[in-house]
């Protein structure tokens, strides 16, 4: 099956209803800035969100930092600049942007799962090294590592906004083990004052395991700091990571 994505596109209306930035965001910014203010070798002032989406970790984050944002997806840009108006944002792949400038601290959250095979996480965590400045910290969050990946989980989250109801139905599934690869499938559905609308979404997306991640961060150049972050029933492994020198 191809990606599609369409949360990033033509249903990207729906992503401010997935999810309230004020509240289900704020607890993981306030672990991010704990664990920059900790690990920083000189004060942090400014952060580059890398896949920074509809900038709901922006509106928490530009709390403490100056915050840029940046995304491969128009129309998300164009969100998080709705929602952060006095905040900077840029276009650009994660893969492959040249320095915008160099940054204190550099967030990679979600978006970090779209990199699908080991060469894309390279070239991601080399993008994030790029943008520090010496003594920064990059503080990444893998969605699933090998060793918490659980197979076929169903996850249902429920939203109303304007007259419109929406249920985000997320399933996940690796059809082989063996790669570096498993499958996000998502369905909408969506009752615009009461009629029903089925849209679809899926998207492979890339796991790699604790001991990759270690790997690939400290040949990167940076000094490897690892925790947990635990907002419920669930639990994330969280690099805070510094650039030496």
């Given at each position: 099956m191809n990606d599609t994505c369409r949360l990033y596109t033509d249903l990207a209306w729906l992503w401010p209803m997935w999810g309230d930035a004020a509240t289900e965001y704020a607890h993981y910014c306030e672990h991010v800035t704990a664990l920059i203010r900790q690990?920083?070798?000189?004060?942090?002032t400014t952060l580059l969100d890398i896949g920074c989406g509809?900038?709901?970790?922006?509106?928490?984050?530009?709390?403490?930092?100056?915050?840029?944002?940046?995304d491969l997806s128009p129309a998300m840009l164009a969100q998080a600049k709705d929602l952060n108006p006095e905040c900077?944002?840029?276009?650009?792949?994660?893969?492959?942007?040249?320095p915008i400038g160099t940054f204190d601290a550099v967030l990679m959250d979600d978006a970090i799962a779209h990199m699908s095979c080991l060469t894309d996480l390279v070239a991601a965590l080399r993008t994030a090294?790029?943008?520090?400045?010496?003594?920064?910290?990059l503080v990444v969050t893998p969605d699933v590592t090998i060793e918490t990946f659980?197979?076929?989980?169903?996850?249902?989250?429920?939203a109303t906004r304007d007259g419109v109801d929406v249920v985000f139905i997320e399933n996940v599934y690796d059809p082989d083990p063996a790669d570096e690869q498993y499958q996000t499938t998502?369905?909408?559905?969506?009752?615009d004052r009461g009629r029903l609308r089925?849209?679809?979404?899926?998207?492979?997306?890339?796991?790699f395991s604790l001991d990759t991640w270690r790997q690939v961060l400290r040949e990167t150049g940076?000094?490897?700091?690892?925790?947990?972050?635990?907002?419920?029933?669930?639990?994330?492994a969280v690099f805070a990571c510094v650039k030496t020198g």
């Open positions: 690990y920083a070798e000189h004060p942090a509809g900038g709901k970790n922006v509106l928490n984050l530009k709390r403490h930092f100056d915050v840029t944002g940046l900077h944002f840029v276009q650009g792949d994660m893969r492959t942007c040249r090294y790029d943008h520090l400045n010496p003594g920064g910290v659980r197979q076929n989980k169903t996850t249902t989250s429920l998502i369905l909408y559905l969506i009752r089925i849209e679809t979404d899926h998207w492979t997306m890339g796991i940076f000094e490897l700091h690892e925790g947990l972050y635990s907002p419920g029933e669930d639990e994330y």
